[in-house]
């Protein structure tokens, strides 16, 4: 994401200097309203695919931040009590897990609120090996 933010940054100084050559040739503002819609929609993409929205267009889980999103979208955050991880990657997907704060802080060792399988193809499998997550 640093690699975008610092594109970001760079079109939005090719913007300004965009802007001054406008000023100086006003039939050049055309040029301007493109390049910002452009910038506009890659960011929209950017975010977009951050958040694992087009998982379920492409059928493929790229990064933990978009299995992340997946298993959050599927459980919830628990009010806000969860906090979400990645364990492991294997060939099938991503191993993510939830800690309870409030269990934590009550005494439990692990806290684990929930686990489950992202897999590749962006379906959430609960764990059916630990009886006690939902």
Not at 7 to 17: D, E, I, P, R
Not at 25 to 37: C, D, N
Not at 39 to 53: E, H, R, S, T, V
Request: some cysteine; proline content about 1%; glycine content about 8%.
């Amino acid at each position: 994401m640093k690699y975008v933010a610092n594109l970001f940054t760079y079109l939005g100084s090719v913007m300004v200097s965009f802007g001054c050559v406008a000023i100086q040739r006003p039939e050049r503002w055309i040029m301007i309203l493109i390049l910002w819609i452009v910038c506009i929609l890659f960011g929209l993409f950017a975010f977009l695919f951050a958040n694992g929205y087009f998982v379920k267009y492409f059928h493929h889980v790229f990064t933990s931040v978009q299995a992340i999103a997946l298993a959050k979208k599927a459980y919830g955050t628990g009010n806000n009590d969860y906090k979400w991880k990645v364990l492991y990657k294997d060939g099938r997907g991503y191993f993510v897990k939830a800690t309870s704060q409030k269990a934590i802080k009550n005494g439990s060792m692990t806290g684990t609120a929930i686990s489950c399988f992202v897999k590749e193809d962006g379906t959430v499998v609960n764990n059916v090996d630990n009886p006690f997550s939902n």
